[in-house]
């Protein structure tokens, strides 16, 4: 089955404690982003990687970092998470960065830092 | 820039009643808009999207939405609403480049069908 998936899907943290969210997808797409989620803000992107070790920033990079090592993997890293990181991530990719083809997420994964 | 705006965050409507979630967007060169769905605790599922084919798009589970150059729109819309339909609804903008192509999101509709 086709899919991209996240782990952890929920995951409590402490503020200065490193975590790294794994996002994977099968599709063999070249193109994989995330996203972050917040009531009333709908999603913005965070990064975006248009292929293995091409990564960039989207509109809200600060505090994030993310690796693209193999085209399936796409792992978002919060160094020294904060609170106001607390909000609901979602990862996508599709198959090129052609905005004609479908974009796949992942189920999401909420993190709570405190 | 591109933006997406997206009227009324919540909208209820009765089963078997005409669902009309609205989206107005702002883009400078020609868009691709989208409709995905959310359903509580899932991802976004797309139900349909406009890449300047046919004006007027059909989708999944019974959705449609229409693209109106002249009033900068994309409403989606269900002759009848079912039950299954409660869910959040995000319409998004983007358009053809050949560098980064993010979905740039509207706040998000929740819809509620009210039995």
């Known amino acids: 089955e086709a899919q991209v998936t996240q782990n952890p899907r929920y995951l409590i943290t402490v503020t200065g404690k490193k975590l790294t969210v794994t996002c994977s997808q099968n599709m063999n797409h070249e193109y994989m982003s995330w996203y972050r989620q917040d009531p009333g803000l709908g999603l913005r992107q965070i990064y975006y990687?248009?292929?293995?070790?091409?990564?960039d920033k989207g509109d809200v990079p600060e505090g994030y970092k993310v690796s693209r090592k193999e085209k399936r993997n796409f792992p978002l890293i919060l160094e020294s998470p904060s609170p106001n990181q607390t909000s609901l991530y979602f990862c996508a990719s599709r198959m090129t960065t052609n905005p004609y083809n479908e974009q796949f997420f992942g189920p999401g994964t909420r993190l709570t830092v405190l | 820039a591109q933006s997406v705006t997206q009227l009324g965050s919540h909208v209820s409507v009765s089963e078997g009643a005409l669902v009309l979630l609205r989206c107005n967007y702002s883009s400078s060169v020609p868009p691709y808009l989208f409709w995905y769905v959310q359903y509580p605790n899932q991802g976004l599922q797309l139900l349909l999207k406009y890449t300047s084919a046919a004006t007027l798009v059909k989708g999944i589970n019974g959705f449609e939405a229409e693209f109106k150059k002249s009033e900068t729109s994309f409403h989606l819309t269900k002759p009848s609403a079912h039950m299954s339909d409660a869910a959040e609804y995000f319409c998004?903008?983007?358009?053809?480049?050949?560098?980064?192509?993010?979905?740039?999101f509207g706040k998000g509709t929740r819809l509620s069908v009210i039995a």
């Open positions: 990687s248009m292929n293995v070790e091409v990564t």
């Open positions: 998004a903008v983007t358009h053809r480049n050949s560098g980064n192509t993010p979905l740039v």
